[in-house]
């Protein structure tokens, strides 16, 4: 350290400037690794929207061949609308939500038949 006061003042600048630019470039770096961040979201976001999209068409179209199609004639039964997403179901447990699918539809397919077609005496 000196005691001139111009070079104190240059030797405090120059301080003042190395902090600065080490300032940007943690920044920059930070700004890049979030850019990098958000475009891996980006990408997860997409692949689940996909995903919904392939299991609302599957839930669908179940919906239709399995449900609506065997019961279209059945004039006592007034059909609902096809299924909504439920927003609290855990994507984890995909595979057992289809799984319960077939048993349920084949339960209520049978009980429209019983009471539809009364077995004769």
């Known amino acids: 350290m000196t005691d001139d ?3 104190r003042y240059k030797e405090l600048l120059d301080t003042a ?3 600065a630019r080490t300032h940007s470039e943690h ?3 930070r700004s890049l690794a979030l ?3 958000i475009a891996s979201e980006d990408k997860e976001i997409a692949a689940a929207k996909d995903a919904e999209a392939k299991v609302t068409e599957e839930v669908t179209g179940w919906w239709r061949r399995q449900v609506a199609a ?3 004639d059945v004039g006592w039964l007034t059909l609902g609308s096809p299924p909504t997403a ?3 179901a855990d994507p984890e447990n995909l595979k057992d939500y289809l799984a ?6 084949d339960a209520l397919n049978s009980a429209v038949r019983r009471a539809s077609w009364p077995r004769r005496r």
């Open 5 to 7: 006061p111009s070079a």
């Open 17 to 19: 400037h190395r902090a």
């Open 27 to 29: 920044e920059r770096a």
């Open 35 to 37: 850019i990098g961040e």
């Open 70 to 72: 065997p019961l279209a």
């Open 86 to 88: 439920d927003p609290s």
């Open 100 to 105: 319960r699918i077939e048993p349920a539809t």
